[in-house]
């Protein structure tokens, strides 16, 4: 449900370029974001294909680290309104995905209606983003992570 909310940009289903940036279990491998233009309030769908090198199993803690683009340069984004924002989910298999995750490559589609946001937090969301996706097991050994550039509005 966060790369969901954090996904949202211009028009059509578009996909992001995923760079892996740490662990050597995971790898995002494709991210795709519909219908666009995302509306807050509205439904959205996310898709993605991800890469498990080792099988997993629960729990699975996925942090996700948010800067905006400020000037000339960036800045980190606190958890805005969960899930917006640098917010941690304590296990994804409790959030959606089906655990324990087999080696492979697998295909995940997330639905679900963007929360309505106020004035304050639509003027925070609007604009050039950096959201890393950083998945941890038990022990927070960090097993993957993707980055993504995105443009929000």
Not at 106 to 135: R, Y
Request: glycine letters at 10%; charged letters at 20%.
């Amino acid at each position: 449900q966060i790369v969901v909310l954090l996904l949202a940009a211009c028009s059509m289903t578009y996909s992001y370029r995923v760079n892996n940036c740490g662990g050597k279990e995971i790898r995002l491998r494709k991210v795709n974001v519909g219908p666009q233009p995302v509306q807050f309030g509205r439904n959205i769908t996310v898709r993605g294909e991800i890469n498990f090198l080792k099988n997993l199993t629960s729990p699975l803690q996925v942090q996700v680290v948010m800067q905006k683009k400020v000037l000339f340069g960036f800045i980190h984004i606190g958890c805005v309104k969960y899930p917006i924002g640098s917010c941690t989910i304590p296990d994804i298999c409790k959030a959606g995905l089906v655990c324990p995750v087999k080696s492979g490559i697998h295909k995940l589609a997330i639905s679900l209606k963007l929360p309505d946001l106020n004035g304050a937090v639509k003027i925070l969301i609007d604009g050039e983003f950096k959201v890393q996706l950083i998945v941890r097991d038990r022990h927070h050994r960090q097993l993957g992570c993707g980055a993504v550039d995105l443009h929000l509005q």
